[in-house]
């Protein structure tokens, strides 16, 4: 099957872009003007994708810039390697808007130093779903894990230990997380327990590349944080065959964002 994009006319795109907005492409094309020619673009030899990538990025540069007279040219040591990872971005929206805003933001004079070049590579890390999901990031940041763990259904002293949150939650006990680092994200569809393995995943991403900090050792006091994410883990529990005198428990714990992710969102989310 044929590729639309890659038989698309990126011309049209950016023809229509200069008529609407004459003094913001100009704007554009001059800053960007010295990172271009050093890396050669446009060249036959990147193809039409990539060609088309890089000049949707121009096309949404000068939407988001359009109305600013603090343009400036971006720093090389960012610019340069922004141009060549997004490339092949085209297809993604939400990568393709990381980017682009990223960009843009290094090239507004009083929002310059917020662009760090570490950016990049998070942006380049990150799978379409999981940059769709910084755009609409939950706050605060529940978080879950799934246990079997020994059936602890009376204390030593023969009382029922009841957690803080209520009879949905567990202690921690001896046992093993099934899956751990749960977060509901909004637009992510859970059906089956791999589904909850796969947000789990995304979690771990993210708080590799230093975006959120995971606890689990600690909660948030607010029952109703946890409303939502209990409600949804609950009916898996029964699907999960546990080993003779144990049992899978929900295990409340808390996730937030690092100093350096704000920095990410308020950067390249906008």
Do not use: W
């Not at 995971?214 to 029964?238: C, G, K, M, R």
């Amino acid at each position: 099957m044929r590729n639309s994009i890659i038989n698309a006319n990126p011309h049209k795109v950016i023809d229509s872009a200069a008529k609407a907005l004459p003094q913001t492409v100009k704007a554009v094309d001059v800053a960007l003007s010295d990172i271009v020619t050093i890396l050669g673009y446009p060249t036959s030899y990147l193809g039409k994708y990539a060609k088309y990538s890089l000049d949707m990025l121009k096309n949404d540069l000068s939407l988001r810039l359009n109305g600013k007279n603090n343009i400036v040219p971006p720093p090389i040591y960012l610019a340069a390697p922004l141009l060549q990872k997004c490339q092949f971005t085209a297809d993604s929206e939400h990568l393709h808007s990381l980017f682009a805003n990223l960009l843009a933001t290094s090239m507004t004079e009083d929002m310059q130093e917020l662009a760090h070049p570490a950016f990049i590579e998070i942006i380049s890390q990150l799978s379409p779903e999981e940059a769709k999901i910084l755009f609409d990031f939950p706050n605060p940041l529940p978080m879950c894990a799934i246990r079997i763990q020994k059936t602890q259904d009376v204390s030593n002293n023969g009382f029922h230990q009841t957690h803080p949150l209520g009879n949905q939650f567990s202690f921690s006990a001896e046992g093993i997380d099934y899956i751990p680092h749960i977060i509901l994200y909004n637009g992510v569809k859970l059906h089956t327990l791999d589904d909850l393995r796969k947000i789990g995943s995304i979690t771990d991403n993210f708080a590799r590349l230093g975006l959120i900090q995971l606890d689990t050792s600690a909660h948030f006091v607010n029952q109703e944080i946890y409303s939502q994410i209990s409600s949804v883990i609950q009916p898996f529990l029964s699907a999960i065959v546990c080993p003779t005198d144990n049992e899978a428990v929900i295990v409340p714990q808390s996730a937030e964002l690092t100093a350096f992710g704000k920095q990410f969102l308020k950067t390249c989310v906008l």
